[in-house]
């Protein structure tokens, strides 16, 4: 049995964590850390748990911890600061913020306002992207989990880019999120007052998600890219809806880029190709850990419209983590996963 800890115990991605890992086989949550609730039970926190997890919060001493995998699920510049001491103990990690997403410590200063992790300690995290994943349990130490947007994002245009259908410099992002992207600590942007029966686009050209996109579709062409990539907030409380914008390079029908999506993503559990003239919407894939794909090409223009859709706390966080888990330990990789969405 692997025995586990998850840190940032009070948020939305522990929690999910904690949902999703109570299903899996192979797996005890060992301990649940949160400094700022040290010592009280989970329960007080969150009252729908009940007696269904019975370990209390602690603070993390990385001296004392005694597990095989820790997940931490806080907010950027956290974990950097645990990571290094974790694994120099042997104690695997699978980091669900930035911390460990971007190589090059420039653009991580840049766009999260922060000093980055030592290079020495980034060159040693695997970014995971859980579909194309070249993790292993013999030489990987740390996961960087991507982020909800690239996650739909990149699930989307891999197929495109791997067989260089698309002008690389052509490629627009229009993507939307409920407000719990935003975690659980107040803002007033995500206040019901100022979000209810609102709809914003916001950090253009800043968002921290974007440099973590290029990276990505950059080492996959082998070439530099750059996207257009606009994010929005809606007033729902989870769920991603990214509608993807490109040219083709070459004349290619609606049906045979159908199947070419088909083709790729035909032993991904998780990835789950719709019909030609359907489109999914984000209550599709509520509570689960599927990203659907909607594809549609102006053969006229030569342009493709992609639409894709995930839950932004599963499949674009705590989901992708436990997939990445049971890919690093050889587990069955829908192993505590093999939900349905919940609907309506």
């Keep these: 049995m692997l025995e586990i800890g998850i840190v940032g115990g009070s948020g939305y991605g522990a929690i999910e ?25 989970i329960k007080e926190t969150f009252p729908h748990l009940q007696d269904n997890i019975n ?29 290094p001491k974790l694994i120099e103990r042997g104690i695997k990690v699978i980091d669900l913020s930035g911390d460990f997403r971007l190589k090059d410590p420039a653009l991580y200063e840049k766009y999260y306002g922060e000093k980055p992790a030592e290079q020495s300690i980034l060159d040693k995290a695997n970014y995971s992207l859980a579909e194309w994943s070249d993790i292993n349990n013999d030489s990987t130490k740390i996961i960087a989990n991507p982020g909800c947007f690239p996650t739909a994002t990149l699930l989307s245009l891999h197929p495109l880019l791997k067989n260089n259908l698309i002008n690389k410099e052509s490629i627009i992002i229009d993507a939307k999120t409920g407000i719990s992207g935003a975690g659980r600590s107040l803002s007033q942007n995500v206040h019901y007052g100022e979000a209810n029966e609102n709809f914003s686009a916001y950090k253009l050209g800043t968002h921290k998600h974007t440099p973590e996109i290029e990276q990505y579709l950059s080492k996959l062409s082998g070439s530099d890219i750059k996207v257009m990539f606009t994010p929005h907030l809606v007033p729902m409380t989870r769920g991603i809806l990214a509608t993807i914008y490109v040219d083709l390079n070459e004349q290619i029908s609606e049906e045979a880029l159908h199947k070419m999506y088909i083709k790729t993503y035909q032993n991904k559990p998780f990835v789950r190709i719709r019909k030609i003239g359907e489109f999914p919407k984000t209550k599709e894939v509520l509570g689960s850990n599927f990203c659907d794909i909607g594809i549609y090409v102006d053969e006229e223009r030569n342009k493709a419209v992609i639409v894709t859709v995930i839950d932004n706390l599963v499949k674009g966080a705590s989901g992708q983590a436990i997939q990445n888990m049971n890919i690093l330990y050889g587990f069955n990789e829908d192993e505590g996963l093999n939900l349905l969405p919940v609907y309506p």
């Excluded at 993390?60 to 806080?74: E, Q």
Aim: charged fraction near 25%.
């Design 17 to 41: 964590l904690i949902r999703l890992l109570k299903q899996h086989k192979e797996v005890n949550i060992k301990y649940v850390f949160s400094h700022s609730k040290s010592g009280e039970d």
């Design 55 to 83: 370990v209390p919060f602690s603070s993390l001493d990385v001296d004392k911890v005694d597990c095989d995998l820790i997940f931490f699920a806080t907010p950027s510049n956290v974990s950097k600061h645990f990571i």
